[in-house]
């Protein structure tokens, strides 16, 4: 087993068992540590860069092949990557999971299925450039459904709403500026 020092605290840092462990057990969010907050901001920024990339390989890949084609291969190679990652700890995951969740969980597959393949679309017909603020609107879908469905658990603050009208507002410029 590898030790990873933290560079915050310098303690030794989770490996990726603990981190697997970690993630599995229910937490608040008053119990949130420091590394756990800047981990999880590292995360953000990582997926960030990757959807970035992902939006220029992604335009390459709708103008030579059709979008439902796109997806399918970008399923099956996610789906072997995270087996491949995470495969062995599948089975204690599934069964530690609270069964009512599971419709959710369905739910989830689809709604991401159906908005992979509509980005690609969405590629094949727009530039990318037009398609990644556009696309980056979801904020905004997230902070109003969170509003409905989430009142108890989450906070919406009005900082929250300014940020997301700034996000429209940029949308809006972008969109504009390439009409």
């Not at 915050?8 to 057990?25: E, M, R």
């Not at 009005?158 to 969109?175: E, H, S």
Request: glycine share 12%.
């Amino acid at each position: 087993m590898i030790e990873i020092v933290s560079m915050w605290s310098g303690t030794p840092a989770p490996t990726v068992v603990d981190i697997d462990s970690y993630l599995s057990k229910p937490k608040t969010v008053r119990t949130e540590s420091r590394l756990a907050s800047y981990s999880g901001y590292m995360a953000g920024i990582a997926a960030s860069a990757i959807y970035g990339g992902l939006g220029v390989l992604g335009k390459k890949v709708a103008e030579d092949s059709h979008p439902m084609v796109a997806t399918g291969f970008g399923f099956l190679f996610g789906f072997l990557l995270m087996t491949l990652f995470f495969g062995y700890t599948f089975p204690k995951n599934i069964k530690n999971s609270v069964k009512s969740t599971y419709g959710f969980l369905i739910l989830s597959g689809l709604t991401t299925g159906f908005g992979v393949s509509s980005w690609y679309m969405a590629l094949s017909l727009i530039p990318v450039i037009v398609v990644s603020p556009v696309v980056s609107a979801y904020p905004l879908f997230t902070i109003g459904l969170s509003a409905i469905f989430l009142r108890n658990i989450e906070r919406i603050t009005y900082k929250t709403v300014l940020g997301a009208l700034l996000v429209l507002v940029g949308i809006i410029v972008v969109g504009l500026g390439n009409i």
